[in-house]
């Protein structure tokens, strides 16, 4: 249970200041160039948002949509493949063609 957690003050001093703790953990990380001090696995978080990404696509299709978890890509489906993606850029937000 959580009142049986030992009080980690810096969480407790960030969430009274509004702070969001993951946020803060997310920047300690990329600081420290260390993903294991991370306190959610980022694959774990890729996973599951990616699942909800995916029922709104199909939502907005409107039909039954298969997926390939290997490909990251719909099967078959060039519309629904289209919402993987921005169609317009948003600068300075750029991904680029290649990583």
């Keep these: 249970m959580e009142k049986d957690l030992e009080v980690d003050v ?4 960030l969430s009274k200041a509004g702070v969001d ?3 803060v953990n ?8 260390n993903h294991q001090d991370l306190i959610a696995d980022v694959q774990e978080g890729h996973i599951s948002t ?10 907005r299709t ?5 997926f390939d ?5 719909f099967v078959n489906d ?3 493949n289209t919402y993987l993606t921005r169609q317009k ?10 990583v």
């Design 50 to 59: 990616t699942m909800m990404h995916l029922g709104n696509i199909a939502y």
């Design 21 to 23: 703790f993951h946020f």
């Design 69 to 73: 978890g290997k490909t990251e890509r």
């Design 10 to 13: 810096r969480r407790d001093e």
């Design 89 to 98: 850029e948003r600068k300075p937000y750029v991904l680029p063609k290649e």
């Design 26 to 33: 997310f920047i300690d990380a990329v600081k420290s160039r």
């Design 62 to 66: 409107g039909r039954k949509l298969i």
């Design 78 to 80: 060039k519309d629904a």
